[in-house]
């Protein structure tokens, strides 16, 4: 499949690093648009839209040492990234919405193969609704 809108879902970690790597690499195989979300669950849902804050580049959803994470994903490649979505509440829901709304055919996320991630995972409801392929990378700790 080729495909065509690349969606990674990044955390605020050195290993988000890893996953936009993966990404850009099979965009420039295929000649595809890589776009970037973020969703803090760890609130709840303060507020429940997204904001493209690649578009909207004053708007500031979250505290400052989350956008100082944001702002350096945006600076790392110098592949251009067409979307960059922040929000908080549920990450799976929100990638669904984003998919529907964007032409998204490849959702990349990352798993990490610890004690904690066994008990409590972003990637596994991610893939139990995802509608489109997914490609799961594996992450150490």
């Known amino acids: 499949m080729k495909y065509k809108h690349i969606l990674v879902a990044l955390d605020l970690s050195k290993e988000s690093y ?5 990404a850009v690499s099979i965009a420039e195989l295929t000649n595809a648009k890589v776009s970037f979300i973020h969703v803090d669950g760890t609130h709840g849902e303060i507020y429940p839209e ?10 500031k959803p979250l505290n400052e040492p989350s956008n100082t994470w944001l702002a350096e994903f945006q600076q790392y490649t110098d592949f ?5 979505w922040v929000g908080t509440g ?4 929100k990638v669904s919405m984003v998919v529907a ?6 959702i ?4 990490h193969h610890d ?4 008990i409590i995972s972003y990637s ?4 139990h609704h995802s509608p489109i392929d997914i490609l799961v990378v594996p992450l150490t700790s």
């Open 80 to 84: 251009p990234i067409e979307s960059f």
């Open 115 to 118: 004690f904690l991630s066994n």
């Open 18 to 22: 890893i996953l936009i790597d993966r």
């Open 124 to 127: 596994r409801p991610l893939i």
């Open 108 to 111: 990349v996320c990352g798993h």
């Open 101 to 106: 709304e964007n032409g998204i055919e490849l």
């Open 90 to 93: 549920d990450l799976s829901n």
């Open 50 to 59: 997204l904001v493209d804050i690649k578009s909207e580049p004053e708007r």
